[in-house]
């Protein structure tokens, strides 16, 4: 748990003068695509590098992971007094957060914890800050916060306002999945796939059931009941509690797309009420977080490579039908790793 | 017109022997992809290469195509006298069509169109021949015969069977595109800035209005009516059609993504009956040139490079829906080359 920075640099830098909070954070899983995005994250928002422990495996532990003037050194989890944190944030997966999220929830610390693991609880709130931060109120006081998943977060961010102005009550959604939503090793083995590809070699999966370059893949997590994936089961019912709304009817197909950063949704809603589309233009447009960038006469509309690295959930091809009454066509984009995972997660933290 | 082939060589082969159809062929648009496909398709159904004269822009006449002993010489749209024809395949555009096709048609060849020009005229039959080949007796003898939208064929295989059973009555679908879709210039495109990504340049795009190498774009075809692209319409209009039932709701959403071959779409069909999940599994996979592929404890589901080359369509991820009555969601794929334009075109021609 050793930071070591130039105390030089950060006055240069002005950072001294910008340091926000005082609370100390844990990062379990900080050598992770998402924990590293957790640090830039925390970092960006002006939280001192010596507020912030970077945790992982004891295989990692002694890692260096280098932002600028500060030099973080990872710490094995085993060793870690979650007694001498106030929030900890963790990224390691289900089974690690099975097995420490309630360890550091009894030493004090709030959890914020961005597996799967207590999503569906009836006693977790689960949060998208914009949407439901009222959430954490109801639910009872296990100081563990569940972070939902990538592609739920940008839907219901745009789903929010809707909802509000005219009663969402049915929805069907395909997904176009980054890469990196399964981590570093899916990243490299879709880049080096690639090359082989076009050097003419065979492509062989090792991460993915198939070869992702240059092809989909129908299938994200396992498969779980009724013929869906868990990522599916995930979106559907995730959208369910975030917006609170028991009774809709939701279908979901996820699918791997050979893109690095940047998960896509092409939603289909319907709703109760009958949509005036400016409006609806507007209230999506208005929502915090979330921006339309959508002219077809211009060809403007969002793709993954326009939103990695940015926070905003960005939405386009807004349409109502010619026939069906009701419904809203869009198209959402967003950071898997930003506003899908670690943005998020941070949100939830500094707002607490 | 001009065809130089090796005697020897064909009656090696036994091809000779295996020479099926007397028919004469004119395939417009012989050197695009398409058009390429419709000579392989010819071939390797028996057609001789003596009975098939490719035909292309004044700007690509005297370009030679090989396959194997067969050797063509192309010839120059301009100079063609479609009186010495029996059956014109057109590949080479609407505007092509829009000028060719009733001259054709005229001079006493049967038109099969796979431009879009002719799709949505009333008078004029829309085939898929497993699904509606008897449509060609229902509509007047203008001896033109339209060939439909990729995306829309390989979905329609799926559907009639379904639709003979169960009734359907809406219809939600997102496609995944390949590059070839769009010709040799976007599938080069696509190559080429895949490689320029890898080498960490910047990738400028040409033929796309975005880069699509490690990206998707939410737009195919032109934008059009409703905020709809052409090719949505398309979708909606061509399936109506195809299938004969005006009043179902349809709900498209085409995405172009980084694959060379083989177009995906994931479906979701509302139908008037319950659904028997066995029966519906077992008349998809009866259905002439369908096969289903899906078998989730084994991880078996079609992606785009199970499918290049192959003539069928593969339907993956079938289920229904825990909470939604009558729904059937799932997953298909074919080869939009073949299936999608030129075999299914050629399939037309055989039946005639």
Redesign the interface.
């Known amino acids: 748990m050793e930071v070591v920075y130039d105390i030089f640099q950060m006055i240069h830098s002005g950072y001294i003068g910008k340091v926000m909070y005082n609370k100390k954070y844990v990062v379990v899983g900080a050598t992770g695509m998402v924990g590293r995005e957790i640090l830039t994250v925390l970092i960006e928002r002006g939280v001192s590098p010596l507020n912030i422990t970077p945790v992982a495996s004891t295989k990692s532990a002694g890692q260096i992971i280098e932002y600028g003037w500060a030099r973080f050194v990872v710490s094995a989890l085993a060793d870690v007094n979650f007694r001498e944190f106030d929030i900890a944030l963790f990224s390691a997966g289900k089974d690690v957060s099975a097995r420490y999220a309630h360890t550091a929830a009894e030493a004090g610390c709030t959890v914020i914890d961005n597996s799967s693991y207590f999503r569906e609880h009836d006693d977790i709130p689960l949060i998208v800050p914009e949407v439901n931060m009222e959430d954490i109120e109801r639910y009872n006081g296990k100081r563990i916060i569940a972070n939902p998943n990538c592609s739920t977060i940008q839907v219901v961010m745009v789903l929010k306002p809707l909802h509000d102005m005219f009663g969402l009550n ?1 929805l ?1 959604m ?1 997904t ?1 999945q980054a890469t990196s939503g399964a981590g570093y090793c899916a990243v490299s083995e ?2 080096e796939q ?2 082989m590809v ?1 050097d003419g070699e065979t492509a062989r999966p090792k991460h993915f ?3 992702i370059a ?6 994200i997590d396992d ?1 779980s ?4 994936t868990k990522e599916e089961l995930k979106m559907m019912n995730e959208t369910r509690k975030i917006l609170g709304i028991s009774n809709i ?1 939701i ?1 979901a ?1 996820c ?1 791997r ?4 950063t940047g998960h ?1 949704v ?1 939603v ?1 809603a319907r709703f109760t009420d009958d949509i005036d589309l400016g409006k609806a233009i507007a209230v999506i447009d208005e929502f915090p977080g979330v921006r339309v960038m959508d002219d ?2 211009t ?1 403007t ?1 969002a ?3 326009d939103v990695a690295g940015g926070n905003n959930v960005l939405v ?9 009454k009701n ?1 809203l ?1 869009f ?1 959402c984009v967003s950071d898997n790793l930003r506003k899908g995972a670690a943005l998020n997660a941070v949100q939830i933290a500094s707002r607490l």
Chains 1, 2 share one sequence.
Do not use: C, D
């Open positions: 049915e069907v395909s176009y879709l880049l690639t090359r076009l059931k198939m070869q240059f092809n989909v893949i129908p299938q498969f009941e009724y013929g869906y009817n279908a197909t699918v797309v050979p893109v690095i896509a092409s289909f077809n006469a060809y509309y793709t993954p490579i386009s091809r807004i349409r109502t039908h010619p026939n069906i419904v066509n198209w």
